[in-house]
């Protein structure tokens, strides 16, 4: 095991980003205008280069406090900091088939790993094809509400996935959202995952959103650190 | 030493946040409008809630990447990840007069712990005066210019400040920034800082600023865990 106190020594194999880069116009969902970034000034001109940031907060690799959905009102600045370190738990759905959800019978195996405390990560290779598509949009893998429940009852800390929405586009997705958020129990969603998350047995996950005040959610960072128990 | 893996026992008085609420028109440098949070849609009425956030790359706790000064082309999706954790110093400075320099003086006592990798984190105690005020704008406690190259000469990986301007408001901010800049040395402004970092000898560092593509900084979430070697 690695110890805190080692962080010096932490190679570009123990460190990787979880996240999505974020632009002007980078895909999103259509309901809302993509992400917009203006130079403000430049350097040059003005001695210091500033940019304007204009975007919702469930925009780019984000986190879902449970305040998204009626009912509940934890915002996203009232989940505990504790809450965002957990052990990752990668969930290889590489060759699931697009368009389909995500079973309890998907999760089955993983079980001796998603257990209260444990962060799971749903790795479906969308993130490779977030582009203005039909396809990225409306055909991706998506978590199914029974299986979004089962997580739940597992207490896990937090879901992510490498695709905009966890439960797809359809009609499933609110309970989907809602089985986690009413438990209290973190999404986030347009997450990256290089193939190298699987090249370890164990990864610490750390998702740190902005502290923004009183809202449903927030664009997030989201590295993990290995601690080479291989 | 606690391991990674003891991550599920970390308890509140291990982990820290180092940063400032984010917040519609939260105190930000007068050049520029503040913050806008505007909530574009409800749950009530909409089944989701949303916002929509503007704001500059330098407003909230954020990181400067060297982009922000003419001359140096990182921009903050350049800075690599390992470089965004480390060993954190905080420098004890709140008793220091308002309105005056930081001086190489004032840190010579840390030599010890401002080693290459660290990251330094001046202790102001100006985050506790961050209100639309004459005083906090333009009094505060700021970095002069030849501590600055001091630290930059000692390999520190990066710096951070409880006051949204690590060189004050005056001529001498730009040299200020340029010393560490010009080294890789990213900057952290507007910072919190607990009384609580002084508790416990070892913190490390985590700052994650948002995966922005091609920009001169980035809102950033600084969060300090101990390792409670006391």
Known sequence: ??????????????????????????????????????????????????EEIKMTTHQGTHMDAPYHLDGYTQTIDQIPIDQMIGRGVFVDLRDHPAGSPIKIRDLE???????????????????????????????????????SEWLAQRQVRGVGIDHVSIGGMGTENEETHRKLLKSGIWIIEDMYYPDSVFEHKEWFIFAFPLPLQGTSGSPCRVIAISNFVN
Chains 1, 2 share one sequence.
């Open 109 to 147: 195996s993983y079980s001796s790993q998603i257990i209260p405390g444990s962060i799971v990560l749903l790795v479906t290779g969308w993130g490779r094809k977030r582009f203005w598509t039909s396809e990225w949009l409306f055909n991706s893998v998506w978590l199914a509400s029974d299986a």
């Open 1 to 50: 095991m690695v110890e805190y106190g080692d962080h010096e020594m932490l190679t570009p194999d123990q460190i990787i980003d979880l996240s999505q880069p974020l632009y002007h116009n980078c895909p999103s969902i259509t309901f809302h205008s993509p992400p917009e970034i203006r130079l403000l000034q430049n350097a040059a001109e003005n001695g210091w280069t500033l």
